[in-house]
């Protein structure tokens, strides 16, 4: 067998068998087959799709390139969640302790942002002293212990698909279907969870901005997560905004913690209350959506999803005191605003462009090496279909750096419409698919 004709198949459109498949992902990794032969492959893949066999065999070759974390010691069934990136997407630190002090597990590997999406593991390492790298032990036996445990990898989990995402990060091959969903299901499926909710977003600030597309995308998860034997189900929510107030990592934690106590964003806490009922049908803790709705209502309005907080936080060595003195979160010095400059209605919000201004801030990643800033960022004071008068604040703007503060205002300039007439508040559930 060999990667010059498995590639030349692809190129030609025609299917590939599971082993050709395994071979070209293990010959990667053991580093027999060179990045440009990769690169090659993958950009077929990317031109001419892949089937449903196809993608299943991808996905399996890099569950199997591996380690796989057995968590059948810990009792019940494990639901783990994923949301396939955006703006302002607190959603992990709001209902992973929801669905933990519901009497669910939560056994959770999370990732770092890159680019204007950001990343859960960046949230949490905003938090004083929390840590995200703890032995693979010490993380059953939390989630044994209280339910809950987010860290940021163990073991030598999916190692082809870092390699791979790197390459397709350069070859302009990251939107692939097929890719992207080996990519999110390997990951999901390796780290051990019975059951798996996916948040899929369409908007402006996904990274798929087609419905169509998504609705597809989400289908093909779905599809791959149950022929792994796994309860999965796809929620399709909107991100033609920012779905919090908060785009940074400590503004985030603070925004977490307002919705934990009963304020913050509705639109945030809409998301959240629907995300965490899913994982308890899943979890079989409810008969119905219905009856999952109302037990995470309750858990939010009783307080009792804020002590999980708070305990989660301490088990991981973090601050919990940040829950009644955010002022313990990092602080940037300096901060400005964005005002109106016409009355009417906020008629659109770019919210890629939003998530770029926060990278100018230092809130995000360019590129995997970059160091971030736990304390700059923006806050959206104005919602698509909100009434706006001339000076009214649209945004406020948190940064270390004058120049860099000046940089992400012309973006965000931009980046706000404003119009005579009002448009229509955006559908924030949109479609689930099991």
Request: glycine content about 10%; hydrophobic content about 40%; aromatic content about 4%.
């Amino acid at each position: 067998m060999r990667a010059y004709d498995i590639i030349f198949k692809k190129r030609w459109n025609k299917i590939l068998s599971s082993s050709e498949i395994d071979f070209m992902v293990k010959g990667f990794v053991k580093g027999i087959i060179p990045n440009y032969q990769m690169s090659a492959f993958l950009m077929a893949v990317a031109i001419n799709g892949m089937n449903t066999d196809e993608t299943l065999s991808l996905t399996k070759s890099f569950v199997d390139s591996g380690d796989i974390i057995d968590l059948s010691s810990i009792p019940g069934i494990k639901v783990d969640k994923h949301s396939s990136g955006g703006v302002g997407d607190t959603t992990t630190l709001i209902v992973a302790p929801i669905v933990a002090e519901a009497g669910i597990s939560v056994a959770k590997m999370s990732g770092k942002g890159l680019g204007h999406s950001g990343g859960t593991i960046d949230k949490l390492e905003s938090i004083p002293r929390f840590s995200t790298k703890i032995s693979k032990n010490d993380f059953i036996k939390q989630v044994k212990d209280i339910g809950i445990a987010v860290v940021g990898k163990i073991g030598n989990v999916v190692p082809a698909d870092k390699l791979i995402y790197a390459l397709r990060d350069v070859t302009a091959t990251v939107d692939s279907l097929p890719l992207i969903a080996s990519s999110i299901m390997s990951k999901k499926i390796a780290g051990g969870a019975d059951a798996i909710v996916l948040d899929v977003k369409v908007g402006s600030g996904a990274f798929i901005e087609d419905e169509e597309k998504v609705e597809k995308l989400a289908k093909i998860m779905v599809n791959i997560g149950k022929c792994f034997g796994k309860k999965t189900r796809s929620i399709i929510t909107d991100m033609s905004q920012p779905l919090g107030n908060a785009i940074g990592n400590s503004l985030e934690v603070e925004e977490a913690i307002k919705i934990l106590k009963g304020n913050g964003s509705q639109d945030l806490r809409e998301v959240c209350i629907n995300i965490a009922a899913n994982m308890l049908l899943l979890g079989e803790k409810v008969e119905d959506l219905e009856e999952g709705i109302e037990i995470t209502e309750e858990i939010l309005t009783s307080g009792r999803g804020l002590d999980k907080f708070k305990q989660f936080i301490s088990h991981q060595g973090g601050n919990s005191n940040i829950v009644e003195d955010i002022s313990l979160l990092p602080k940037a010095r300096y901060k400005d605003e964005l005002v109106a400059k016409y009355n009417g209605f906020i008629s659109k919000i770019d919210c890629k462009q939003i998530g770029i201004a926060s990278i100018i801030l230092g809130a995000g990643r360019e590129k995997k090496e970059d160091i971030i800033d736990p304390s700059v960022g923006i806050v959206m004071e104005k919602r698509l279909g909100d009434n706006v008068k001339i000076k009214d604040k649209n945004c406020t703007i948190y940064g270390n750096d004058f120049s860099k503060i000046e940089e992400a205002k012309k973006i965000l300039e931009k980046s706000v419409e404003i119009s005579k007439k009002r448009v229509s508040k955006p559908i924030l559930i949109k479609k689930i698919i099991d």
